[in-house]
């Protein structure tokens, strides 16, 4: 099958983070196992969702793994010209959802795999394709979980985020909670009788604003932007109407760590004022809704250079976003960011990649197989 072919049976599978994708894990499994593939579906706790990987080659020496994750951002905006899950060519654009973040990749991934599969490689190259990756990376830790049971330890891993085909050696880490505080409703002549959640999650912002407001002053990484870490609260509701006490407020938030920062220690300031709301007779609640390590690959490490002489660029020095990078490298595994589109296109209407940027992407591939055969 054409790359073209490919993308457009991913795309046409609405594989929307949080939902079943056992339709396409099935497809991608039966694609790969009818060129060779040794292929393990492993499911996830979630019961309804799955990792997939997969291996050609021999599994029992260190070899390559090039990573994407299934799942995509809903697409739900109005602004979409065209059904989202279905593939639209227009000259050298591909419009879909998940085009450029990140089923562009899985295609030119697969679209390699006959050749890969064509002569016998000395080294392998794995295939792990993860879930809910869009939802803080909730997917790919199961799957690293699992990876001393199927492969010696593999020399480096390609994860093929959008970066126009350029290697990324560092993004920030990241940590999200969710703030659940519950009061007592009453009428609002009556303040004296209830507890308001709202004025007492005011208590929390400010400990979240003061925290931000730190970070500012470091410690810095050049290499990023903006160079500090970061906190911000996203999202705050809560109350019934203007003339009853607010029994309940939510409040979600973020940090973003550079390398060497813990990007959960950012939020226990935040955490810690949030828990002193119980000696006032407050409930609360603390959910952390997602967590993973910044990644820090040096220049010189042999899977940098790799990708150096693959790609003929030399590559990033860091991006603020975050992927499944720092928790393959967390897990002992070198891992750099490459793959074919463009992130400013990502989670917007009308995602698209170019045609040329996905045989960029195959070409590289082909490289990679190339070498592993020496």
Aim: glycine share 10%; with cysteine.
């Amino acid at each position: 099958m054409q790359i073209t072919e490919i993308l457009e049976r991913l795309i046409a599978f609405p594989s929307v983070v949080g939902t079943p994708n056992g339709a396409i894990v099935g497809w991608v499994r039966d694609y790969l196992e009818s060129h060779g593939a040794r292929v393990h579906v492993l499911d996830g706790p979630e019961g309804d969702r799955a990792n997939l990987f997969a291996t050609i080659g021999p599994a029992d020496v260190p070899g390559y793994v090039l990573s994407g994750h299934m799942d995509v951002v809903p697409a739900g905006e109005p602004e979409w010209t065209s059904d989202p899950f279905r593939l639209r060519a227009e000259g050298s654009r591909l419009y879909g959802r998940g085009t450029s973040d990140m089923k562009g990749f899985l295609a030119a991934v697969l679209a390699a795999v006959p050749e890969i599969a064509g002569a016998p490689l000395a080294r392998p190259i794995h295939f792990a394709f993860s879930y809910d990756e869009e939802a803080g990376c909730r997917g790919v830790p199961h799957m690293l979980a699992k990876l001393p049971e199927l492969c010696a330890t593999p020399a480096g891993a390609i994860i093929g985020e959008p970066s126009n085909m350029r290697a990324i050696l560092a993004h920030k880490g990241k940590a999200a909670a969710r703030i659940t505080i519950g009061g007592r409703s009453g009428h609002s002549s009556r303040p004296d009788l209830g507890l308001n959640a709202v004025h007492a999650m005011a208590s929390i912002l400010t400990a979240a604003v003061e925290e931000a407001e730190r970070l500012t002053q470091g410690p810095f990484d050049t290499a990023f932007e903006p160079a500090y870490s970061s906190l911000q609260v996203g999202t705050i509701s809560g109350g019934q109407a203007v003339n009853i006490i607010a029994d309940r407020c939510v409040a979600e938030l973020e940090a973003r760590a550079i390398a060497g920062v813990d990007p959960t220690a950012l939020l226990a300031p935040v955490k810690a004022a949030a828990s002193a709301l119980s000696s006032c007779g407050f409930a609360v609640d603390w959910v952390e809704t997602s967590s993973y390590p910044a990644l820090s690959l040096p220049a010189d490490t042999p899977l940098a250079t790799l990708l150096t002489e693959l790609t003929a660029t030399p590559p990033l020095a860091a991006v603020s976003y975050g992927t499944e990078a720092g928790l393959f490298q967390a897990a002992g595994i070198d891992a750099i960011i490459c793959g074919p589109g463009d992130i400013g296109r990502a989670h917007k209407p009308d995602e698209f990649i170019l045609i040329e940027e996905l045989q960029s992407c195959r070409a590289m591939i082909g490289a990679l197989a190339a070498r592993c055969r020496a």
